[in-house]
């Protein structure tokens, strides 16, 4: 029918064109008035009596006729119709999708995993990345890794200082990163969970080679978070987060601390820091340990724990200034840099001279003392009065039995040992 | 008002838009919360009299803009529309609410992040058991899994779970646990039930026993499963054919990382505002499905070594054979988004358009079959054998 509707047209106006003689007859349509027939005013007098006048314009004026209205009736009809069927249709075409979707939705996942392979497929050839090794073994080898994400932001004439790194059981199971502030140790620490996270993901990685022994739980703490407006401050939390960890290891874990005991009193961090790792060596699971820090006298425990082994971020001291050289050597680092930190963000002369007179002062004082274990403690059971007893008495009076897990019993038998050194004479 | 007010007693702590003629308007705190939000104009009704209130509307065509502003500042919405034409009746024409649209049930596109999923999970305690559900409406995804409660506050965490239904007791539990940030929203304790949840999703799948989804074990799991249902009835939600099954998620199968790790890492989230994360520098998928699926997977990576090297194998395939990998890419860029189009169909808010672009996007698949069949790696070729052609494409 509308289809049909503009022949229909045509032929009426034909028609009403010849029966009242009118030449310039128009017929024509807008929303107000719907369809009409306007006729100029020069032909005024020759308007049936039949027409029904709707609209006076400055040369012209519209009629309707009783065709005309009937016709369009049946036009919006038509087309209110034709509505009500389109919509009919489309709902059937909606609906007979409805069976599909489970086998769609199949399909769907399929698709988004091949967007990803693929997507790492491009990723690998762009950024120049290799095909991980991967193994169900215990060690991590990485060679000449990178850090994905910062060697993305680099400016394209630098390129990334890549490093190696080994971690296994033998004799390497806990690296003690030590360096000055920004020469780059947590960059190498989150490179290797980057790199172990990416190839456990699927893709290739930022790096030479890797072997890589799978990797079951992955624990870091990665620079001070204050979460002031929690109300805690930035040691609390690095406790809260420590304790987390030592709590949930397992003999697959990969474990990242990066300043740990940075937000307290030196000789409290000092020995929180070393504790911490002692845990971690004399733990059964022996974790896989990267750590970070700047108390360069925990290079001390590589004499007596035989799986820590120290490295430093070589830097070059040149005549005034520091040069950051980023590679990873053996080894621990002698000094911190601070004071050359400190010039290098221009800090005032006058500072930086009672810097180092205070830094000579103290290095010299510290020198006296230091962390050896002392092996003339023995435990003589009728000295009551002896601060070694004493504190075992405590350490043992501490004990939450109810709560203790064996390991942690373990643990705490092993530490009362140690306290009592290597002379059992009970 | 007093229609008004008997559907606002229903929904006391959603903001309402009820639809008045050509606009959406607000009252009272409703009004004074929306005008805030959304920058329009607060107006007072019989000023002066007893009966005061406030009011701010805007015309029913600018939904699409306002909504989009009203749920990201974290407000629930109940959208209550005419039910019927107002010219076909002489009394008050019915209304009623059509849709009740909270931070993790929602299909509004203007809302939902394209390359992000948006959960809504339920938390069952079962004595030391801690059950979880979790549900994207907008893609169909259901699991459930159990365990202790940190590894539920991580799993909640890893999925960016924008709400957690609880049972009211839990409340103070709850705050303890997981703080005041964590987005929960209460329901009574009797939803929390195992035969009732069980009877909710053997109706929902069609299905006798749930055996079948291998989840009968995992009774608190499936309390969870069971409230997220009972949710989505009373959000208004009834459409909803696209939630074909459910699954156990494996939480063994994945790389244990503490919620501290995840954000260390800046994997997803950067800890500065102009920070690059890891998922940026990773993200070379083409289409929307397959970023969302890039975000959940760097969130959890595998454990279990074969599936790792399937992986790896199909990447070295595509890596191999840069001239597949190109086909493979441009077919993909043409998909668009299959999996929310999907949602859209079973929910009824499809346009046309959409339809036709389904339907292209379907006569795709035979040939991304064929592309995978030329490889000699089986596990490529596993993809193709499991896509299916679905004849309708062709009509």
């Not at chain 1, 491009?122 to 060690?139: E, M």
């Not at chain 2, 939902?112 to 079962?126: G, I, M, Q, T």
Request: proline share 4%; charged share 25%; with cysteine.
């Amino acid at each position: 029918m509308a289809r049909g509707g503009k022949k229909v047209l045509d032929q009426m106006l034909k028609r009403e064109t010849e029966s009242t003689g009118i030449s310039s007859l128009k017929i024509s349509y807008n929303n107000v008035f719907g369809y009409y027939i306007e006729v100029r005013n020069s032909h005024k007098d020759k308007v049936p009596q039949t027409w029904i006048r709707k609209q006076t314009l400055v040369n012209a004026e519209r009629y309707i006729t009783e065709e005309l209205k009937t016709y369009e009736t049946r036009i919006v009809g038509a087309e209110d119709q034709i509505s009500q069927l389109e919509q009919r249709l489309f709902l059937e075409l909606v609906e007979g999708f409805v069976p599909y979707i489970e086998a769609i939705q199949q399909n769907a996942r399929l698709l988004a995993e091949l967007d990803c392979l693929c997507g790492f497929a491009s990723l690998a050839k762009t950024r120049n990345y290799h095909c991980p090794t991967i193994n169900d073994g215990v060690s991590l080898t990485i060679v000449e890794g990178r850090h994905p994400v910062i060697e993305y932001q680099i400016p394209p004439e630098e390129s990334y200082v890549p490093n190696d790194l080994e971690l296994n059981k033998n004799d390497q199971q806990i690296i003690m990163i030590t360096g000055p502030n920004m020469s780059g140790k947590s960059a190498v620490l989150r490179q290797t969970a980057l790199i172990v996270l990416m190839a456990q993901v699927g893709s290739y990685i930022p790096a030479g080679r890797a072997e890589i022994g799978i990797v079951d739980k992955l624990f870091t703490r990665v620079g001070a978070s204050d979460n002031i407006s929690l109300g805690e401050s930035t040691f609390m939390v690095e406790m809260n987060e420590t304790a987390a960890i030592v709590n949930n290891l397992s003999e697959r874990s990969l474990v990242l601390l990066d300043e740990i005991g940075r937000g307290t009193s030196t000789y409290d961090g000092i020995s929180i820091a070393w504790a911490i790792v002692t845990y971690l060596h004399e733990h059964p699971y022996q974790p896989k340990t990267l750590f970070a820090t700047h108390y360069h006298e925990l290079n001390e425990m590589t004499e007596q724990y035989e799986r820590i082994q120290n490295f430093s971020v070589s830097v070059k001291e040149l005549k005034d200034e520091v040069l950051f050289l980023r590679k990873l050597v053996s080894g621990g680092s002698a000094h911190s840099f601070g004071i050359h930190v400190a010039k290098m963000a221009g800090m005032p002369q006058f500072i930086l001279g009672q810097s180092r007179q205070m830094l000579e002062k103290l290095e010299a004082s510290r020198g006296a003392k230091g962390m050896e274990r002392d092996d003339n403690m023995q435990l003589n059971f009728f000295q009551m009065d002896d601060p070694l007893l004493e504190e075992i008495r405590e350490q043992i009076m501490d004990l939450e039995i109810d709560h203790l897990t064996p390991i942690e019993a373990l643990m705490q038998l092993n530490s009362l040992r140690k306290k009592l050194g290597k002379k059992k004479d009970l | 008002m007093k229609q008004y007010n008997e559907i606002k007693v229903k929904y006391p702590d959603a903001l309402l838009l009820f639809r008045v003629g050509d606009f959406y308007e607000t009252f009272g705190d409703d009004a004074v919360r929306a005008a805030g939000i959304l920058g329009i104009v607060l107006a007072k009704r019989g000023a002066g009299s007893a009966s005061e209130t406030e009011l701010a509307g805007f015309p029913h065509h600018a939904l699409e803009t306002y909504l989009p502003k009203l749920v990201r500042a974290g407000e629930r919405v109940a959208i209550c529309d005419q039910l019927e034409d107002p010219k076909a009746t002489k009394k008050l024409v019915k209304r009623g609410v059509t849709e009740l649209i909270t931070p993790g049930v929602t299909l509004t596109d203007g809302v939902l992040d394209e390359k992000s999923n948006n959960f809504v999970a339920a938390l069952h305690v079962d004595k030391q058991v801690h059950g979880l559900a979790f549900l994207d409406i907008s893609t169909g995804e259901f699991q459930l899994t159990q365990g202790s409660q940190t590894e539920m506050a991580m799993l909640i965490q890893q999925l960016d779970v924008k709400e957690v239904l609880v049972a009211k007791p839990m409340k103070k539990q709850i705050v303890e646990s997981y703080g005041t940030q964590f987005p929960s929203y209460f329901l009574e304790d009797w939803v929390f039930q195992q035969n009732y949840a069980t009877e909710l999703l053997q109706d929902q799948f069609g299905v006798a026993s749930l055996k079948g989804f291998g989840i009968s074990e995992l009774s608190a799991g499936v309390v969870a499963a069971g409230v997220i249902l009972y949710y989505l009835n009373e959000t208004e939600h009834a459409q909803l054919d696209h939630i074909t099954h459910i699954r156990r998620y494996a939480r063994e199968a994945h790389m244990w990382m503490d919620p501290f790790t995840i954000r260390n890492l800046e994997l997803i989230y950067p800890n500065a505002p102009q920070a690059t994360t890891l998922l940026q520098v990773m993200d070379h998928t083409k289409t929307p499905m397959g970023g969302r699926m890039l975000k959940r997977w760097l969130a959890a990576p595998l454990t279990d070594l074969k599936a790792i090297q399937r992986r790896l194998d199909v990447v070295t395939d595509f890596y191999t054979h840069p001239n597949r990998k190109q086909r493979m890419q441009d077919l993909l860029q043409a998909l668009g988004d299959l999996e929310r189009l999907m949602a859209k169909v079973a929910t009824g808010r499809i346009g046309p358009r959409a339809i036709n672009q389904l339907k292209n996007s379907l006569l795709l698949i035979p040939e991304i079959t064929e592309i995978t069949s030329q490889s000699e790696q089986m596990a490529l070729q596993f993809f193709g054998k499991g896509l299916n052609p679905c004849a309708i494409g062709q009509r």
